[in-house]
């Protein structure tokens, strides 16, 4: 393999767009032929090597005005003429309708696609219309990556058996972070403030925290998705009056810093794929409090009572009384930080990328 093409939506920064990028850069340092083809630009995104080609396979001005139908096979028309004129050892397509398009793209030809699934299937892949495309398109494929075995087990043997289980690599500048002996009297988090990562939950939560440790704040790091979920926190926060010890902080490009200051690190989804932000906690070292939410990321690198706790989705009950117990347990706290930085020994960027490449190498030959 000498030519590797990634396929998806974007380089904004979320968990699909990061690892695409680092994927990217890695195998374009190793020597490769590296292009990324997505479907439009966004103004916060993902570096990009020199050495990595990206190309704009999107619908174009002129196409604004054209109906539903004509955009989507454009859309397809358009990756297909990229396909064809780099003509790639391998595809590798990032998310929903990523994998769809680029299956459509590739066709009959003989370029093999591998797609990847980076989020819960139920609820994204169960539709009417996906499991038409699913019992069309995926058989042509070549490969699939799933993040967990709960992922891998929603689809069809045919899509297991030729198919991995690769987590999502940590950006490096999080392993070896110290912590302070004695952090600030703080709980905190950081993910994009957006629907399903259930923000509302985590400050409900903390509010009856506040009640049993007063002198304890809620920091919540990340940008706005503009889905509305800002503004519920924000209503939340002045309803309960907890503008002094509820912070919405907004984007942070050092979080390595910030997030090592607080005590103790919440994550309240309701569903994901692999989260990159309760990983970056754990490299941190971290006493972590997460839901066990579908499709099962938190539980492939939580085990709970040892490197952190479980919680169901949505019992905000339940996160209110683990944090807790890690404010209040001091050496319970200490010793699952200490268990979370394992996490370096499987999720390093080298780690993922040589499984990535042993997995496209074996597609492409």
Known sequence: ???????????????????????????????????????????NEFVLDPRVTRVHVGLKDEDAS????????????????????VNPDVLVAFAHRANYRA????????????????????????????????KWLFPKAAGC???????????????????????????????GVKRSDTPEKCVVHHARLVDFKNQPMLVRAFLKVHEKHPDYQLKIYGPDSFD?????????????????????????????VEIPRGEVYAYSSDYEGMPNSLLEAMAMGMPVVATDCPCGGPRAVIEDGK?????????????????????EDKELAKSFGVEAKRIEEKASVEAIFRQWKDYLEEIAG
């Not at 093999?112 to 699934?117: E, K």
Request: glycine share 6%; net charge positive; proline share 3%.
């Open 1 to 43: 393999m000498k030519k590797i093409a990634f396929h998806l939506n974007t380089l904004c920064q979320g968990g699909a767009e990061r690892v695409v990028t680092n994927l990217a850069n890695q195998f374009a340092k190793e020597g490769y032929e590296v292009y990324v083809a997505t479907e439009w630009y966004d103004e």
């Open 307 to 327: 490197n952190g706790f479980l919680i169901p989705v949505g019992d905000e009950n339940a996160l209110a009384d683990r944090i807790c117990r890690l404010i």
């Open 228 to 256: 509305g979920t800002k503004e519920i926190l924000e209503k939340l926060i002045s309803d309960n009056n907890a503008g002094e010890f509820i912070h919405l902080m907004g984007a942070c490009n050092d979080l390595e």
């Open 103 to 134: 299956l459509m793209a590739a066709g009959n030809s003989k370029i093999p696609v591998v797609i990847s699934i980076r989020i819960n299937p139920i609820g994204y892949y169960d539709a009417f219309t996906d499991k038409i495309q699913i």
């Open 66 to 85: 054209k109906s539903r139908v004509t955009k989507f096979l454009l859309r397809i028309k358009y990756l297909k003429e990229f396909v064809r004129k």
């Open 145 to 175: 990556v799933y993040q967990t075995a709960e992922q891998r087990e929603f689809f069809k043997p045919y899509l297991q058996e030729k198919s991995r289980i690769i987590m999502n690599p940590i950006n490096p500048k999080y392993f």
